[in-house]
C-alpha cells in the first residue's frame, strides 16, 4: 500500500534553514505530483507548493517564493522540501502529501514538526 | 485566491445525531474541485470526499457531500464515536490551493 514517509522533528535558529525528506512506496513514484502543506498550531492547514515528480516541474505559493525549495530524488523516490529564513512564524507541521492530475491529496506523510527557537 | 470559510465553528451533536458542515468560497470552484478531509488529533489529514461528492477509497457512506459554485456541504448522517475531529474544506481548481479554517465536530 502507499506510504509517506517523512524525516523527524527538528529544532532551528531564527534565519537558519531546514530540510525536510518524504519518502514514498508502494505506487510509482514518478507518476504522481508531490505536494507540501503545513500546520502552525492552532490554525487553518496552508499549501505551501509542489513538485511535478515525473519531469520536475515546480510551483509555489506566492507567500512561500523565495523561500521554499522543493526537490525530488527518483532513484530514492524521495521528495524534500527546504525551507529558508526561518522565523519563529514558521514553527509548524509540515506534510508532504500525494495528488495525482485532477485529484486531491489521497495520501499524506505523517507529517514532521519544525520548531523555530533562538 | 479562494477564500474558504467554513461554518459553523464548532458543532456540538451527539451519537447517532446528524451533522451538516458548511463551506463557503469566496468565488466559483471550477469543475467542482472541492476536497473535505478529516483530521484528528496529532495526525495528519484524512481524504473523505472529492470532486464535492465523490467518497474516497472507504470511506463509510454515512458521509456525504453536496454543492457546486461557491457553496458546498458535508453531511455526516450519524456520529460515530470516532467521527468527532476537525474537519476541513479544500479546493483545488486553482491556485494557490487553499483550505477553509476548519469545523470542529465534539460529543454534546
Known amino acids: ?118 | 485566491e479562494i477564500v474558504l470559510t467554513q461554518s459553523p465553528g464548532t458543532l456540538s451533536l451527539s451519537l447517532g445525531e446528524r451533522a451538516t458542515l458548511s463551506c463557503r468560497a469566496s468565488q466559483s470552484v471550477s469543475s467542482s474541485f472541492l476536497a473535505w478531509y478529516q483530521q484528528k488529533p496529532g495526525q495528519a489529514p484524512r481524504l473523505l470526499i472529492y470532486g464535492a461528492s465523490s467518497r474516497a477509497t472507504g470511506i463509510p457512506d454515512r458521509f456525504s457531500g453536496s454543492g457546486s459554485g461557491t457553496d458546498f456541504t458535508l453531511t455526516i448522517s450519524r456520529l460515530e464515536p470516532e467521527d468527532f475531529a476537525v474537519y476541513y474544506c479544500q479546493q483545488y481548481g486553482s491556485s494557490p490551493w487553499t483550505f477553509g479554517q476548519g469545523t470542529k465536530v465534539e460529543i454534546k
Not at chain 1, 79 to 102: I, K, P, W
Request: hydrophobic share 35%.
Open chain 1, 1 to 118: 500500500q502507499v506510504h509517506l514517509v517523512q524525516s523527524g522533528a527538528d529544532v532551528k535558529k531564527p534565519g537558519a534553514s531546514v530540510k525536510v525528506s518524504c519518502k514514498a512506496s508502494g505506487y510509482t513514484f514518478t507518476n504522481y505530483a508531490l505536494h507540501w502543506v503545513r500546520q502552525a498550531p492552532g490554525q487553518r492547514l496552508e499549501w505551501m507548493g509542489w513538485i511535478s515528480v515525473g519531469n520536475d516541474n515546480t510551483k509555489y505559493s506566492q507567500k512561500f517564493q523565495g523561500r521554499v525549495t522543493i526537490t525530488r530524488d527518483t532513484s530514492a523516490s524521495t521528495a524534500y522540501m527546504e525551507l529558508s529564513s526561518l522565523r519563529s512564524e514558521d514553527t509548524a507541521v509540515y506534510y508532504c502529501a500525494r495528488v495525482g492530475l485532477g485529484e486531491p491529496m489521497d495520501y499524506w506523510g505523517q507529517g514532521t514538526l519544525v520548531t523555530v527557537s533562538s
